[in-house]
């Protein structure tokens, strides 16, 4: 099985209704809806196990606005993408893929390479898109603390724990 195969098969679980709704304020801080963001992190962790010989690690991006270049991988699989967990300014191949639907692949020059697909809710429209990222040689843990950058992790106060 290729990456293409692997992403052909994995749009079949990727419910793109439930991605659409997972972020709950696109602008304002971040809220989820936990049940819709849960079944889709499911999938994407799925998906991942199907061809494991590939190592491939399942993200899917979402615009903060239909005129903004901005995107935010907004769920994750097993791993954060290269890029980090931050909003940012979307890749060209990305960007792409947001505006016309059509595949695209990307190979980097750390041995990773990416390909985009659309994803689509039940209306036909594009809602986001799936990466299927190969080739890491290291997994970037999706935790609560890598939603927090370096100069925040000064002020984290460890919650308390009691027995």
Same mark, same amino acid.
């Given at each position: 099985m290729d990456v293409v195969e692997l992403a052909r098969i994995a749009l079949l679980f990727i419910d793109g209704d439930d991605f659409n709704g997972a972020l709950i304020d696109k602008i304002g801080p971040t809220d989820y809806d936990f049940d819709k963001f849960n079944r889709v992190k499911n999938a994407l962790l799925k998906i991942e196990q199907i061809a494991p010989e590939l190592g491939a690690r399942a993200v899917i991006w979402a615009k903060y606005s239909a005129e903004s270049d901005v995107v935010i991988p907004l769920i994750a699989g097993g791993s954060?993408?290269? @890029? /980090?967990?931050?909003?940012?300014? /979307?890749? $060209? $191949? %990305?960007? /792409?893929?947001? =505006?016309? /639907?059509?595949? $695209?692949k990307i190979d980097r020059a750390d041995n990773t390479s990416s390909y985009y697909s659309a994803v689509y809710d039940s209306d036909?429209?594009?809602?986001?898109?799936? @990466?299927? %990222?190969?080739?890491? $040689?290291? !997994?970037? =843990?999706?935790?609560?603390? =890598? !939603?927090?950058?370096?100069?925040?992790? =000064?002020n984290y106060i460890e919650p308390e724990v009691t027995a």
């Open positions: 954060l993408p290269v @890029e /980090g967990s931050k909003r940012q300014i /979307g890749s $060209a $191949a %990305l960007l /792409g893929v947001f =505006d016309t /639907g059509i595949p $695209a036909g429209k594009r809602v986001g898109v799936f @990466e299927l %990222l190969t080739g890491l $040689a290291e !997994m970037i =843990d999706v935790s609560y603390l =890598d !939603m927090y950058s370096p100069r925040r992790l =000064d």
